[in-house]
């Protein structure tokens, strides 16, 4: 029996497919890559813009000839799009046998008995269940071998008047120390050594179970065999100083931080619900930059609001020239259905918010080509994660850029200093220092 995953969305859904993954294959099936010869094909699905909703409509289209071969395939539908529409997803694609959210993944294999007992197998529940923590129970399937996903918090308590997410997800829980322990200890068994902690407002773990996040961090660190401790997201509103200070005491802690600010102008900020100002903002950066030295940033910007104004938009743009972020996620602001800004008044035009984006993104060109430049001749420290066209190293810094490097194959899995030779907006091409090889 073989299944289909296709995934939409951010990375905590990347994470939900590689648990699907896990589970699908604990009851024997096995991947491919073409969804002609899948029994089983799921869409996990992002709500987060119109556009990804859309996608899923136009994909299903396709899937649904899979049946005219092999009538007895199956057809899921799993992920925020699912929790969102719920049955009216169902209506308008008749052809969907299974439907689940993130809520309960692990309730799948009973899913899949029921689909093949020919009924609909629809299980969209109103809250979590009880039980969702059977979860953890499954393995992830992974594609790369070093550097792993964890979940550590499910749901959003936060409020932004722009976002599905609370109700897609949830209230925020927070997965229990020890079965997060359990995890990283499993997989760095299994030859990881980056662990990347994920939530969609991972800073604010602990505060449903009464913990702090940075007890997280001196926890996971501890465990032998983890090299590296990567986060996303933070929500600035969460990030205090003892996160902080974790960060920079913590030599696993890599010095990068996703930290997304949304927009400059306090109007706006208010308007979205964030809770904090530009200038709370500037300064929760001013604190990153003092305490961890050599720490970079990248953000997420919304661009056209209801009611943002040209002042507004350059409050937007001073924060990229201040702060000088190595990647800037620009969306443009998309009204989603029972959201409190989808009603809101002056909704921006289109041809407006393209134009502000366009700006955006030049400036923040300007400004990572001057980054990108300022690497040339640095020393890096890279964990190398592939190895391509038989010379060929590639890996990520402890700032989240990508390194190339010959070297050779036995480097797999091993962090290396390099130095950099060529620097590219997303990419370096580096030169191994020799007397870094081995020894971890
Ligand atoms: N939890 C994270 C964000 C999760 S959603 C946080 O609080 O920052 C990922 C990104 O999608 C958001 O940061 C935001 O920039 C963007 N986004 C969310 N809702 C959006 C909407 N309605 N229109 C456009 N972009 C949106
Ligand atoms: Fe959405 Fe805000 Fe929660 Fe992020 S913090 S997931 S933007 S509600
Ligand atoms: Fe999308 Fe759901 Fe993630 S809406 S961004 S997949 S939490």
């Known amino acids: 029996m073989k299944y289909y995953i296709k995934t939409f969305g951010c990375q905590m859904n990347f994470n939900d497919s590689e648990r699907i993954k896990g589970i699908l294959q604990t009851l024997g099936y096995e991947e491919v890559q073409n969804w002609k010869e899948a029994d089983i094909i799921l869409i996990n699905t992002c709500t987060i813009r119109e556009k990804p909703d859309q996608k899923v409509f136009s994909h299903l289209g396709e899937y649904?000839?899979?049946?005219?071969?092999?009538?007895?395939?199956?057809?899921?539908?799993?992920?925020?799009?699912?929790?969102?529409?719920?049955?009216?997803?169902?209506?308008?694609?008749?052809?969907?046998?299974?439907?689940?959210s993130s809520f309960?993944?692990?309730?799948?294999?009973?899913?899949?008995?029921?689909?093949?007992?020919?009924?609909?197998?629809?299980?969209?529940?109103?809250?979590?269940?009880?039980?969702?923590?059977?979860?953890?129970?499954?393995?992830?399937?992974?594609?790369?071998?070093y550097c792993a996903y964890v979940t550590v918090t499910k749901g959003c308590d936060k409020?932004?008047?722009?976002?599905?997410?609370?109700?897609?997800?949830?209230?925020?829980?927070?997965?229990?120390?020890?079965?997060?322990?359990?995890?990283?200890?499993?997989?760095?068994?299994?030859?990881?050594?980056?662990?990347?902690?994920?939530?969609?407002?991972?800073?604010?773990?602990?505060?449903?179970?009464?913990?702090?996040?940075?007890?997280?961090?001196?926890?996971?660190?501890?465990?032998?065999?983890?090299?590296?401790?990567?986060f996303t997201t933070g929500?600035?509103?969460?990030?205090?100083?003892?996160?902080?200070?974790?960060?920079?005491?913590?030599?696993?802690?890599?010095?990068?931080?996703?930290?997304?600010?949304?927009?400059?102008?306090?109007?706006?900020?208010?308007?979205?619900?964030?809770?904090?100002?530009?200038?709370?903002?500037?300064?929760?950066?001013?604190?990153?930059?003092?305490?961890?030295k050599g720490i970079t940033f990248s953000t997420d910007v919304i661009v056209g609001f209801p009611t943002e104004t040209e002042e507004d938009f350059e409050e937007t743009l001073d924060v990229l020239k201040k702060v000088r972020f190595e990647q800037v996620f620009s969306f443009k602001y998309s009204p989603r259905p029972d959201t409190p800004a989808y009603s809101m008044e002056g909704q921006v035009p289109d041809d407006i918010k393209t134009e502000r984006m366009t700006r955006l993104l030049e400036l923040q060109k300007t400004i990572l080509a001057d980054i990108a430049k300022s690497y040339e001749g640095t020393v890096q420290e890279v964990l190398i994660e592939s190895f391509e066209d038989g010379n060929k190293l590639i890996g990520r810094t402890r700032t989240n850029r990508w390194a190339s490097m010959n070297g050779s194959e036995e480097l797999l899995g091993k962090i290396v200093k390099v130095k950099v030779i060529k620097s590219y907006p997303f990419s370096m091409e580096c030169d191994l220092l020799v007397e870094s090889q081995g020894g971890n």
């Open 235 to 292: 929500h600035p509103k969460d990030l205090d100083e003892k996160i902080v200070k974790a960060i920079s005491q913590i030599d696993k802690v890599c010095q990068h931080i996703h930290l997304p600010v949304q927009a400059g102008s306090n109007r706006i900020l208010k308007l979205m619900d964030r809770g904090y100002t530009k200038e709370d903002y500037l300064e929760k950066i001013r604190m990153l930059k003092e305490y961890v």
């Open 159 to 230: 409020n932004c008047t722009y976002c599905v997410v609370p109700k897609t997800r949830g209230r925020q829980r927070s997965r229990s120390m020890e079965s997060i322990i359990r995890e990283v200890k499993r997989l760095v068994e299994d030859g990881v050594k980056e662990i990347h902690l994920l939530g969609q407002n991972v800073t604010a773990w602990g505060q449903d179970i009464g913990r702090h996040f940075s007890e997280l961090l001196y926890e996971v660190a501890q465990i032998e065999g983890v090299k590296r401790i990567r």
């Open 104 to 145: 309960n993944i692990h309730q799948l294999p009973e899913l899949i008995q029921q689909a093949q007992a020919g009924y609909k197998a629809i299980a969209i529940l109103e809250n979590p269940p009880e039980d969702e923590e059977k979860l953890w129970n499954y393995p992830t399937v992974r594609e790369n071998p």
């Open 64 to 100: 649904k000839k899979v049946k005219e071969e092999n009538p007895k395939a199956i057809i899921g539908v799993c992920g925020c799009l699912a929790q969102r529409m719920g049955f009216e997803l169902v209506q308008k694609a008749q052809v969907v046998d299974i439907m689940f």
